[in-house]
């Protein structure tokens, strides 16, 4: 929880931690240490690194939120049609959902982002069309369980259209494994997120995104190691902090659900 | 219970530890293990389109001709040859030679390589430098006879490309290119895709047997791994492309020598003339006052690439000069320019702009290239800082290219690759007919002058063209010329006899030793 | 359940169609085409024309579609444009050193991450278990490439105990052939790449494996054994250990499927000559048959392993019915 909220805080009041712009340049200071001017350094082109990471956690948290929120709202829609209505619109969906889980998903998310070109929304989009299918079954599942039980056929009984049974009866019910799965899959994202940009395709410069910084970070390894630790450190610990944010929700809402 | 256990941890360290010892010495004959950036597409000469293929390729067959270090034309398959008449060339055949499969060279195999070559159905991905010739002959067994459309200066330097046994690759088809078969000092092995080539001696070769038994071609993509191999005794030679950290601590390690020397490459900023806001000269110009080209080259290609002074290499040497110069890092008179073309803030809001329209300039590059990306990141921030609202768009190769042949582009900055001859280099490029003239430049002068290269063989006529024309691209600048690119190689100090060559070849491979 | 198997088996045709229609739409729009990509910036536009039509890349979209399924249906996969080969013999070349590598880590995963788990959940509440669970957090949180990056950095450069890069003699070869010094060889060649591709799940088997033990020592069988005052060692290998490998087992399953994914990046990094690093090349380089070919064989190969999942979820599991 900590985690999250310090990184929360980061992307939501940058200024709070540095005062150094994250795209003030100074060439001629490129891979210098740590030390008293910039407390973590600089990176490959002299820019402030702690700068460069604090601003960066907007871009990943912006990406993270949007992409999971879609891949969210694209599973739980067509995993509550697929579960409600079954038949027809269940084997289609899940075609679909067999289709997209036929691809490595890195594969997929690379493929796409070149199809898109390259840049925040392109890399947003694609994480969310790969990221939706896990939705799309776990929704699917419990729409299929909660479609049985009485109370679903009593509200029936007295009358109650589809739109309603859905939102007011099944959609609660579907809500606290999708909190969960996409609390995990926000650390996923930015783990995603860094290996586009590690193979060349992510969100285009000068944004201040960590898995870019991450990726040049590890060509100058031997030579200025602290860009990939600090950077590497930063999204290991937001990825850790989604994972541990996780688990506790997990623990609160629904101690049976496991994840797939 | 308990010995079993000891003894069984005991083996699994045994077995660790094995694992974790370096492998034993090469044998002695000589085996050279060398690193390269990319997998071979083919072994057929006449189908090379990478560099890998080309190194490769070079061990196992040998031309008409060969380029020495200063890029000089020498006799290789071809003892001497004599231009009968302007679009009339002769080739007198060495005598003796024999194919890896014991069948001799014969003219008929020459014309056989260029026929097929010229034959669109080949799809020979260089076709096009060969273009101007419309007839290879067999006179006799020893004489081929070339018989060219118009004159065609640079047709020597191109004369190096392998030749085939016409017989062989007939029997063999598309497989040949699998399985090549030719005269050069090594012999071919074996193939793992993606992952190496091997050669062995060819004790019969006609310069003489070479002194590798083996040379190996390991495929290591990573610019940062190859040259990790390299240190940790993986491989013993590795060249460009390399990265300029990786090069700066190469050349501290004791166990290897690094050779520094300018390539046969430029990296450059290419100005789509057709761009409404590009096409201005004063625009173009005050780009290139803007770019502080000595700090790119210092701290970004840590001096492995050399500032560029115009479109002209040096290694072209006769040609090269250094007094043709680009404009200079000057920002008040890039201000000034923009100024007098009308760009200036009139709102306040920080950006330049004119009759309405913002000062909007996209640069592009490729994502393969970390320092171009560096590069294109740094100019990024610059032209902000001026007042420019300038993006970026960083796209893999194939995409890049797709916007350059469309003309969908303002500024991009990329490079060329083995211009061993100023025609290579120019013709096509400013041409206004020209096949890579993506920027659309027309210059009349320009025009004239490139056809007039083509046709002289005389040295100095040729240095006085080209210097011309590389003195108005550097005023019309639709390219600035950043950097020649260096060509570095790294190899382990217990290889011996190996001369780098400016154009990448390992033609020197002969003469190495490994011990 | 046969039958169930049988149905899901002929579902999978018409789900590689659709993978294969998908494939060949990503393909179509991709900025740049293999024309451009193989002959380069030297083309010029007459050239490249040529190639297009060599290609039929000028066809209409409908009738390379229909060509194209056609030849997937009569298993012609074509021959790669960049690499002058067969597809089929690419794949070949390529997809055993895939499956060695992802089988390697699987098995570096299971016999590491298991009894990991299985000790933590033993001494739960222990430095043992808070240690283990903090290194399995910090493993499933960790980047591959930067761990790649930092294991060659310091076991080949800095210690220069193992190989950098490449792959050694096919393992299973040189072992069936009994050649002890060839075997060693691959071993060396295959421990980076293996700990890096199998680190993220040796991470989650643990912690999935302690998650798994602690759930089964609460049920009631497992207190029964103990008021039957069972030794502890019993209980949990007899009767704990039995349940809890249910779920462990599919996991595993899942986790062979991201192998193969995964092994996108890992082979990039150690330059290993499998099918992950002829796809991305071939992505680079538009060659389409390559991709085409590979993403389909890639799509069968997960397809059957989820297949074969849900099946392996059906029988440890009877309470999950099929209709």
Known sequence: MAIIAVIVLAAALPRLFTGASPEALDILARLSPPSAGHPLGTDHLGRDLLSRLVYGARLSLLVALVSVGGAALIGVVLGLLAGFYGRWVDTATMRLVDTFLAFPAILLALALVAVLGPGVGSVIIALALVFWTQYARVVRAVTLAEKAKAYVEGARAIGAGDLRILLRHILPNVLSPVIILATLGMGSAVVAESTLSFLGLGVQPPAPSWGWTLAFGTRYLRDAPHIATFSGLAIMFTVLGFNLLGDGIRDLLDPKFRPQ | MTGFRLRSLLLIVAVALAAALPARGAPAGGVLRVGLDVDAGTLDPRLANDTTARRVIEQVFDGLVELDPQLRVRPALAESWTQVSPTVWVFKLRRNVKFHDGSPLTAADVAFTYTTILDPALRAPLRGLYTPISRVEAVDNETVRFTLSAPYAPLLKYADIGIVPKAVVERAGAEFAARPVGTGPYKFVSWQRNSRITLEANPEYWKGRPRLSQVVFNIIPDNTTRAAALESGDVDLIHSPLSPQDVARLKTSNRLRVTEMTGLGITYLNMNMADPIIREARVRRALAHLIPQRTIVRQIYREMDRPATSVLLPAWSGVYTEEIAQPGHDIARAKALLAEAGWTDSNGDGVLDRGGQRLTITLRTHSEDPNRVQVVELLLSILRSFGVDARVEITEFPGLLQALLSGNYQVVLVGWLGLVDPDRGMYNQFHSKGSQNWGKYANPRVDALLEEGRQKADPNERARIYREVARIIATDLPYYVLTYQGYIVAVNRRVEGFTPIPSGSFRALWATTAP | ?323
């Open chain 3, 1 to 323: 359940m046969a039958r169930y198997a049988g149905r899901r088996l002929l579902l999978l045709v018409p789900v590689i169609l659709s993978a294969a229609v998908v494939t060949f739409a990503l393909l179509l729009l991709l900025p740049g085409d293999p024309a451009l990509a193989l002959l380069g910036q030297e083309a010029s536009p007459e050239e490249l024309a040529r190639f297009r039509r060599l290609l039929g890349l000028d066809r209409p979209v409908p009738v390379q579609l229909g060509l194209y399924l056609w030849r997937v249906a009569q298993a012609d996969f074509g021959r790669s444009i960049t690499l002058d080969a067969p597809v089929l013999r690419l794949i070949g070349a390529t997809l055993p050193a895939t499956l060695e590598l992802a089988t390697a880590s699987i098995v570096l995963a299971v016999v590491v991450g298991i009894p990991l788990g299985l000790l933590a959940a033993r001494r739960r509440g222990t430095v043992l278990d808070t240690g283990t669970m903090l290194l399995a957090q910090l493993g499933v949180s960790m980047p591959v490439f930067w761990l790649g990056v930092l294991l060659i950095l310091l076991f080949a450069v800095r210690l220069n105990w193992l190989p950098s890069f490449g792959r050694g003699a096919p393992l299973l070869s040189v072992l069936l052939a009994g050649d002890g010094a060839a075997a060693l060889d691959s071993l060396r060649h295959l421990v980076l790449p293996t700990v890096t591709l199998a680190f993220f799940n040796l991470a989650l088997l643990s912690r999935l494996t302690r998650w798994a033990m602690l759930e089964v020592l609460e049920e009631d069988y497992v207190r029964t054994a103990r008021a039957k005052g069972q030794r502890e060692r019993v209980v949990l290998s007899h009767h704990a250990l039995r349940n809890a490998l249910l779920p462990i087992v599919t996991i595993v399953g899942l986790q062979f499927g991201n192998a193969l994914g995964g092994a996108v990046v890992t082979e990039t990094i150690y330059g290993w000559p499998g099918m992950g690093r002829l796809v991305v090349q071939a992505i680079g380089q538009r060659d389409f048959p390559v991709v085409q070919g590979a993403v389909l064989v890639l799509a069968v190969l997960f397809s059957l392993f989820n297949l074969l999942v849900d099946l392996t979820y059906a029988l440890i599991d009877p309470r999950i019915r099929y209709e």
